[in-house]
């Protein structure tokens, strides 16, 4: 059985016990695992700023490892809400980068977490005028720094 069968079924179980009902589709055009999960209750599973969807993801996770040892991460959404967060973030970013280009100083970042910091390092890794960086210390909530090239 492959990580993303052993996530599906994992999410599904722990949504119905929960009482939960949903859809989970296992999202094909993503270059990694991911579920989207569909529900007409996604604002109790979401809960305040993710952090319900961030809880879920890790135990999804845990349970996969438990069953496959080396399996990849698997990215749980529901009903898009990380794809829109992730939108929000990259259009924020783009605007700091304009004033970043426009004053020709750094600007950083709110802190985040270390899967938003990957989006705006990618987002920005080939722009041929601004670059990110983040600090190395071992803290879970870091600032990016915008800057020219």
Do not use: C
């Not at 996530?7 to 939960?20: C, N, Q, R, V, W």
């Not at 970043?100 to 938003?116: D, F, I, Q, R």
């Not at 910091?117 to 080939?126: E, G, P, S």
């Amino acid at each position: 059985m492959e990580a993303i069968d052993v996530a599906k079924e994992a999410l599904d179980t722990m949504l119905g016990y929960l009482g939960f009902v949903a859809t989970i589709e296992v999202e094909a055009d993503r270059p990694d695992l991911s579920l989207q999960v569909i529900t007409e209750e996604s604002k109790l599973l979401i809960g305040r700023h993710g952090e319900r969807l961030e809880e879920i993801q890790l135990l999804v996770n845990r349970l996969v490892q438990a069953k496959i040892a080396n399996a990849p991460r698997v990215r749980v959404d529901i009903d898009h809400y990380r794809a829109l967060q992730e939108d929000r973030l990259i259009e924020d970013a783009e605007q700091l980068a304009e004033r970043v280009l426009n004053s020709g100083e750094p600007v950083k970042l709110e802190p985040m977490n270390s899967y938003h910091r990957r989006v705006i390092h990618n987002h920005f890794k080939d722009h041929p005028t601004i670059q990110t960086w983040s600090p190395r210390d071992s803290a879970r909530l870091k600032r990016i720094t915008l800057s020219p090239r």
